[in-house]
Each structure stands twice: as structure tokens, then as C-alpha cells.
């Protein structure tokens, strides 16, 4: 049987497709923004990186696990890049977190608490702006992370491929296809995004 090394703790492998399959197997809570199993792999939010014994980085999303790997979950280095990103992603977020739905039940708010984030050193690029209301979902642009789910899941679960990426870098956002509305287009309002 093919086993692993999971910060110290010899883990077997037995059919996972990716690292953090065998992370999640031994009770390890490794944090993830776009990746969820049932979906293709996206490896964008990059929270999920892993260190091995030699000191190369990897994506746990992405990368399939290998016989005799040592990888550790909570490295200093590893927390380092974890804030980082986590800070960027909050320069890109609106952070009204008072006046939020989801205020107390919001995974960013979680994260941020575990990684001991108080104060975001980058300004904040996006305030509450124009929110698309459709019979399906409540888009705002202004909250939208980027990860990619509500996309990948409209396309390859429904099907439908409704939502898609438009523009680059910086400028990047999720829209429905041509600039339409939620309401113009053929949303099957499965509710799934």
C-alpha cells in the first residue's frame, strides 16, 4: 500500500486525485476557496499550498499525491503566504462585513480570524456598487472573491453556462454572458451558483 508523510504522520493513499484529498483523509483542515470535488479543478485561490521536505510549494488542489511525498500543511512560510493572499483577496472584497447577510457566517470573516488578520495593509479596491438581482441569485460585484464555483458550476453541473469570466487581471469579474442581466439570460434558476 502506497502511503505519504502529512506533517509527520505517515498517511495512506488509496485512489485520491490530489493532495488535499489526502489532507481532508487524515483530519486536516486545509483551507480552500474554488476547490470542491465535485467540480473540475481550478486552483486560483492558491490557500490550499503545501510545502514538501525539499521546500517546493505546491497547490494541494492540483497536485496528485505520490508514494514516500513529506508534506507539511502550517509551515511559517506557509502562513505567511496564506495571510498574503488572504489580505489581497480582502483589498478586493467590499469589507462592510457589518451590514453583510453573512456577517458571522462568512468564510473570509472565518479565515481571517484563524490566520489573525485585524488590520488589511492594501487599500480597498471595491466599495458597494450595482448589485444584479435575478430569479436565481443575488449577484454583487462588490463581494464576488473570484473563485470560479459559481462559473464552473453553471457549466459543468447544470449544464446551462450562463456565468462566465469577462475582462483581465485587475479588471476581472464574473457577468453573465454579453453584459446581460441575470434576468436576460437562460438561468435555469437552479440556485446551485
Known amino acids: 500500500m502506497a502511503t505519504m508523510i502529512v506533517n ?5 493513499i488509496n485512489g485520491e486525485k490530489n493532495i488535499l484529498e489526502v489532507i481532508r483523509k487524515a483530519g486536516i483542515d486545509l483551507p480552500t476557496f474554488c476547490y470542491h470535488s465535485e467540480l473540475s479543478v481550478y486552483g486560483a485561490c492558491r490557500m490550499c499550498m503545501v510545502e514538501d521536505d525539499k521546500g517546493r510549494l505546491y497547490a494541494a488542489c492540483v497536485q496528485p499525491p505520490a508514494a514516500g511525498m513529506k508534506i507539511y500543511t502550517n509551515t511559517e512560510r506557509l502562513l505567511h503566504h496564506r495571510r498574503m493572499i488572504l489580505e489581497l ?3 478586493n472584497h467590499n469589507r462592510d462585513c457589518t451590514t453583510c447577510e453573512k456577517n ?6 472565518e479565515l481571517a480570524l484563524r ?3 485585524r488590520d488589511v495593509r492594501f487599500t480597498q479596491k471595491k466599495t458597494a456598487g450595482s448589485v444584479d438581482v435575478g430569479p436565481a441569485l443575488v449577484h454583487d460585484q462588490s463581494k464576488c472573491i473570484l473563485c470560479g464555483d459559481c462559473v464552473r458550476m453553471c457549466d ?5 453556462g450562463v456565468l462566465g469570466f469577462a ?7 464574473v457577468v453573465p454572458a ?6 436576460e439570460v437562460a438561468c435555469v434558476n437552479c440556485g446551485q451558483c
Open 8 to 12: 509527520g504522520r505517515e498517511i495512506e
Open 89 to 91: 483577496i480582502l483589498s
Open 104 to 109: 458571522g457566517s462568512c468564510r473570509l470573516q
Open 115 to 117: 490566520l489573525g488578520i
Open 156 to 160: 459543468e453541473i447544470q449544464g446551462v
Open 167 to 173: 475582462y483581465r487581471g485587475s479588471q476581472m469579474t
Open 178 to 183: 454579453f453584459g446581460k442581466k441575470m434576468s
